[in-house]
Nanobody
Framework: QVQLVESGGGLVQPGGSLRLSCAAS????????MYWYRQAPGKQRELVAT???????NYADSVKGRFTISGDNAKNTVYLQMNSLKPEDTAMYYC?????????WGQGTQVTVSS
């Protein structure tokens, strides 16, 4: 069973940067899209960024211009570069990789933005 493992979370001051990584433990064939979601305490999980194979990227309005999603289908890895972080970006961040047949989720990595 393929597992996704996120890394790169942590505590950062407002205005700082973090780079999240999400790597699959095995091969995922025919990747259709890769995603980053986040969930803050007491709130619903929200879609932050999407990269669709052959179709580009999309972002939530709240992170446009600050976050960049990138992926490497050959390495089954997706990244999220987060710049100009704000306290409201504090959340557990989850990655998801969708193939033609399955969806795979990571366990999450905590991002805390605080001075």
């Amino acid at each position: 069973q393929v597992q996704l493992v996120e890394s790169g979370g942590g505590l950062v001051q407002p205005g700082g940067s973090l780079r999240l990584s999400c790597a699959a433990s095995g091969s995922i064939f025919s990747i259709a899209a890769m995603y980053w979601y986040r969930q803050a305490p007491g709130k619903q999980r929200e879609l932050v960024a999407t990269i669709t194979t052959g179709a580009g990227t999309n972002y939530a309005d709240s992170v446009k211009g600050r976050f960049t999603i990138s992926g490497d289908n050959a390495k089954n890895t997706v990244y999220l570069q987060m710049n100009s972080l704000k306290p409201e970006d504090t959340a557990m961040y989850y990655c998801k990789i969708r193939s033609r047949r399955y969806e795979y989720w990571g366990q999450g990595t905590q991002v805390t933005v605080s001075s």
